[in-house]
């Protein structure tokens, strides 16, 4: 599989973007989108050619730390095209949407701007979108790539992606004389095991999985259910599917207590309790492990997230998009297509 990872994911910035199961990759977004306009962006090879020209890109993956890993790909590239300047602009994540807006609906927004997933559907059925043609997408992973395809066009790159693992504490499960999780495992074996972790001591617990929309999306998926019809054009919260993957998360809260309530929490994050050593197994993004790898002071390993009648995963992704008014498309797509599918963040 061929990854591009622009820069290290951030808990907390990224957005479910589908569920994938064993059973293939998944489709390309159902939405209907306007085309926006109907200029292709050239070649990279054209671009590199040109008359030097200036376009902006404004972001929000950097913010917190990573400018200047940004700013040192951005030299690269410019070595490699040194006709195209690229002005950064970095916004802080919690600002980041409400600037964009503004910006977009006042017809001053960047050349070329990053897109969460729930934003890049709204933002492409609005027309606002540049269809990026012209470019060689061959290095960017096909599956992250379907993920910002509407109506067989692509409006969006994938900027990074990631998925989501089952990461377990092997010190719990030493001392609880557990064997440690395997890929074939199905939902029984994480309760009997979590079950096993919480007799360990009234403080530790087996499992951390919030009950929040997006576990239950992928959840509902393990147990063979949907949240919507086969169509996609109705929700299906009540199928016997859904009801049993809702009543398994919450009686591991309410009746196992394998998991803890808020107030056992004590007002501390899931990755903190993993971190204290006193939580057997969280479902999480594998952006943690850097975090786990300085905060843990055990042994952790990860394995496939177990299903119930069939594996799922949660898919998350931050797309690189092309303003629809842009007057340097050919440019602005050279930039976010190296930025995408260059090895220089490795």
Known sequence: MKKARVLPL?????????????CGSPAASASSASSG?????????????DEPVTITYC????????????QKMYEAFHEEYPNITVEIETIGFDDYFTQMQTRVAGGTAPDCYELNIENFSAYANKGVLAEITGVDLSRIDETALNAFNV??????????????VLVYNKDLFDQ?????????WTQDDVQAAAEAIRALGDDIYGIYQPVTYNEFYKVAAQYGGSLLSEDGTQFTINSPENVEAAQMMVDRVLVSNVQPTEVQMGGMGDWDLFMSGRLGM???????????????????DIVVE??????????FSNACVINADSEHKDAAATWITWLCSSDAAA
């Open 151 to 164: 109506g067989g066009k692509q409006y969006g790159l994938p900027g990074n992606f990631s998925n989501v």
């Open 10 to 22: 951030a808990a907390g910035m990224l957005s479910v973007a589908m569920v994938l199961t064993a």
């Open 37 to 49: 306009t109907a200029e292709s962006a050239a070649s990279a090879s054209e671009a590199s050619q």
């Open 282 to 300: 969280i479902p999480t993004g594998i952006w943690a492990f850097s975090s786990f790898a300085d905060g843990c002071d055990f042994d952790w």
């Open 306 to 315: 177990p299903g119930a009648k069939q594996k799922a995963t949660a898919f």
């Open 59 to 70: 972001n929000f993956n950097a913010s917190g730390g990573d400018e200047e890993t940004l």
């Open 176 to 184: 609880a004389g557990l064997d440690y999780p395997t890929n074939d």
